[in-house]
């Protein structure tokens, strides 16, 4: 298996957007909560963002075993499912006929 190469740049900039993050929602949940201390606010923080980035990667896993299951059963395309037909013009391009631009 071949792991991609992580461009260091990009990691720097998913972490800085990690820490911002982070940052965004830790002083407004310190005034809401007094009595918790910073560490443990920042690790609430954290298990937060890891929980939503879970829910996401799922998300888009499934997102993508459903288009792929569109794909291996038949569909032209995984978004045009959503529509009740064909896009215009594409029966003819199956058969081979020639389509009519102006029709369109």
């Avoid at 461009?7 to 949940?29: E, T, W």
């Avoid at 215009?88 to 058969?95: D, S």
């Amino acid at each position: 298996m071949h792991l991609p190469n992580l461009n260091p740049m990009l990691l720097g900039k998913l972490i800085l957007a990690a820490v911002a993050l982070v940052a965004l929602v830790s002083f407004p949940m310190r005034e809401l909560i007094p009595g918790i201390s910073w560490v443990d606010l920042v690790l609430y923080c954290v298990a937060g963002l890891a929980g939503v980035l879970v829910v996401l990667l799922v998300l888009v896993v499934c997102s993508l075993q459903i288009s792929q299951c569109i794909l291996r059963n038949g569909g032209t395309d995984a978004q045009w499912f959503w529509f009740s037909g064909e896009p215009r013009g594409l029966a003819a391009l199956r058969k081979g006929q020639r389509v009519d631009k102006d029709a369109l």
